[in-house]
């Protein structure tokens, strides 16, 4: 055990590197991007100290590219999940003993080699995985990774320092127990930031895991493991699984020591396993910590005073960045009449100047694939529906191809209808519906955006009227948890924004917060009495 009250480095967010033509950044990730497209990686499952290769592999292919094979994965037979439950319950018995310090500095050095060896390899591989542009590799897989691990350690500190006061004569004091048992860890395919962070956040409060990567992330997912282990976590700490999802889950809430599960993924998905949980809850040694960001059916909201440009800018960035496949990107939007056509004037001629939609090795393509074909054939199911509809007109877009990647073309719906089926659906890809509202109706638009969706995740206000904000800001309260004044409604930054939703997106634990730290540690209250009574008999007894 150390022997001090130690202060971490002060975290600060990482810059963000430009990757302008001619820098050295910029050369550097392609040679990577090359060096994975044209290699052919076999990766294997991480349980305790061994690789596990099963032999029953799958291949792994660039949605851009969908043809070409970077790799294949191997995938788990139940045992495998049973024996990295055992492994993590055998290193959770040394790894809760760890003093914090020599934690913190193992994930301070993982953002370390993320922001220096590492950082090429990352970006190309979520390029290349998830089919994201330069860019938005690198504000994600490098910067925000980097951030969560950082900002998670002060945070720790900052728990730990959290104390109660003691009365004359006691001493009070409270140590943050990791949790009895092991956490469960499922991350989705879109932000290899939080693919890290879910494993990593609880592990670094004492917890051991059981971590299951998406598996159009699992070439990304890779590397993660690859700076795990080059910045120390001991073998079993973090156990990396991948494979048949409901066998999978199946298996670990079979557990007795199942004790928190940490999620990203769908609301349909995370409700099935809190309704499991709740059905094995008399299996368990302690009631497991429930924690899940889900979807989002985001919104903005444009008042008529609001700048035509900043509004058209937040359309065009928070719809369609990374193909409108963050679960904060805009979805509907809200528009004045009276500005409506030159706000989505300056929206088409936005969609006009982006490349057709490719592969993001070539670094001017604004847009590139969707994830796979089964969100390709519901995207253009939407927009063919669309097409038929007499309440929605495609006024951008509105052509996909899936000849060799799944590209989607960013389109804009405008619909006469405010319940019409995309204000109301997650699709989960670059396409956003408009409804055009009378300008005397904002009160009541404000009341429409509130009850039209089941999810609660970001939304934005655009307006140079300081009152229309505070009436938007108290009037959407509780449907955005993630709210935005004259801003798009994503890009939530670790230390700057807390990120999460209520209602159908989650249980708004803050990812990149104290608040989501708390969730993976159980609290344990030390009285210590100097001088301890011998007598039962109080001074009012006489």
């Known amino acids: 055990?150390?022997?001090?009250?130690?202060?971490?480095?002060?975290?600060?967010?990482?810059?963000?590197?430009?990757?302008?033509?001619?820098?050295?950044?910029?050369?550097?990730?392609?040679?990577?991007?090359?060096?994975?497209?044209?290699?052919?990686?076999?990766?294997?499952?991480?349980?305790?100290?061994?690789?596990?290769?099963?032999?029953?592999?799958?291949?792994?292919?660039?949605?851009?590219?969908h043809q070409h094979i970077v790799g294949t994965y191997h995938t788990a037979t139940k045992k495998n999940i049973q024996d990295a439950i055992d492994n993590c319950l055998t290193a959770r018995e040394e790894w809760a003993r760890v003093s914090w310090e020599q934690r913190a500095s193992i994930f301070l050095k993982a953002a370390d080699l993320i922001a220096g060896p590492y950082r090429s390899k990352i970006n190309a591989a979520t390029m290349i995985a998830q089919s994201k542009n330069i860019h938005q590799a690198e504000i994600d897989a490098a910067c925000e990774l980097i951030d969560f691990l950082r900002f998670n350690v002060e945070y720790m500190s900052q728990i730990y320092a959290e104390q109660p006061a003691s009365a004359a004569g006691i001493w009070n004091r409270v140590e943050y127990r990791p949790l009895e048992g092991f956490v469960y860890a499922i991350t989705p395919f879109n932000f290899t930031a939080i693919a890290g962070n879910l494993p990593a956040s609880a592990a670094l409060m004492g917890n051991v895991v059981v971590w299951k990567p998406s598996d159009s992330q699992i070439f990304s997912a890779k590397v993660i493991v690859d700076i795990f282990k080059e910045a120390g976590i001991p073998d079993g700490v973090i156990n990396v699984v991948y494979g048949d999802p409901v066998m999978i889950t199946d298996t670990v809430l079979a557990s007795p020591d199942f004790a928190g599960i940490h999620f990203t993924g769908s609301t349909h998905v995370f409700k099935s396993l809190w309704k499991q949980i709740g059905t094995n809850i008399d299996t368990y040694k302690t009631y497991p910590r429930i924690v899940g960001e889900t979807g989002g059916k985001d919104f903005i909201l444009a008042h008529p005073t609001a700048n035509t440009k900043q509004v058209a800018t937040a359309i065009s960035r928070g719809a369609f960045e990374f193909q409108g496949q963050k679960c904060s990107a805009a979805s509907r939007v809200y528009l004045p009449k009276s500005t409506s056509k030159q706000i989505l004037d300056l929206v088409k001629a936005d969609i006009d100047s982006f490349n057709k939609p490719g592969s993001p090795e070539d670094m001017s393509n604004f847009i590139t694939a969707v994830i796979h074909e089964g969100s390709f054939d519901k995207l253009a199911k939407y927009i063919d529906q669309a097409k038929k509809d007499t309440q929605a007109e495609i006024v951008a877009g509105g052509n996909y191809d899936k000849t060799k990647g799944y590209f989607i073309e960013p389109t804009v719906i405008v619909t006469?209808?405010?319940?019409?089926?995309?204000?109301?659906?997650?699709?989960?890809?670059?396409?956003?519906?408009?409804?055009?509202?009378?300008?005397?109706?904002?009160?009541?638009?404000?009341?429409?955006?509130?009850?039209?969706?089941?999810?609660?995740?970001?939304?934005?206000?655009?307006?140079?009227?300081?009152?229309?904000?505070?009436?938007?800001?108290?009037?959407?309260?509780?449907?955005?948890?993630?709210?935005?004044?004259?801003?798009?409604?994503?890009?939530?930054?670790?230390?700057?924004?807390?990120?999460?939703?209520?209602?159908?997106?989650?249980?708004?634990?803050?990812?990149?917060?104290?608040?989501?730290?708390?969730?993976?540690?159980?609290?344990?209250?030390?009285?210590?009495?100097?001088?301890?009574?011998?007598?039962?008999?109080?001074?009012?007894?006489?």
């Open 1 to 65: 055990m150390g022997k001090g009250f130690f202060q971490v480095p002060k975290a600060i967010n990482e810059p963000i590197k430009s990757y302008a033509p001619g820098s050295p950044e910029r050369a550097l990730v392609l040679e990577q991007y090359k060096a994975y497209y044209n290699d052919q990686i076999d990766i294997p499952m991480y349980i305790g100290p061994d690789e596990v290769r099963t032999g029953n592999t799958k291949p792994m292919s660039p949605p851009h590219d």
């Open 416 to 542: 006469t209808d405010p319940k019409y089926t995309t204000m109301e659906t997650e699709l989960f890809g670059p396409v956003v519906t408009v409804y055009i509202y009378d300008d005397a109706e904002w009160s009541k638009t404000l009341e429409l955006i509130d009850t039209t969706s089941e999810y609660a995740l970001t939304g934005a206000v655009l307006s140079k009227d300081r009152y229309a904000i505070e009436e938007a800001t108290k009037a959407l309260q509780n449907c955005a948890g993630n709210f935005y004044i004259n801003d798009k409604p994503t890009g939530a930054v670790v230390g700057q924004q807390p990120f999460g939703g209520a209602r159908a997106s989650g249980t708004n634990d803050k990812a990149g917060s104290a608040q989501n730290l708390l969730r993976w540690v159980s609290p344990r209250l030390i009285k210590e009495t100097f001088v301890t009574p011998e007598n039962y008999r109080y001074p009012f007894l006489g």
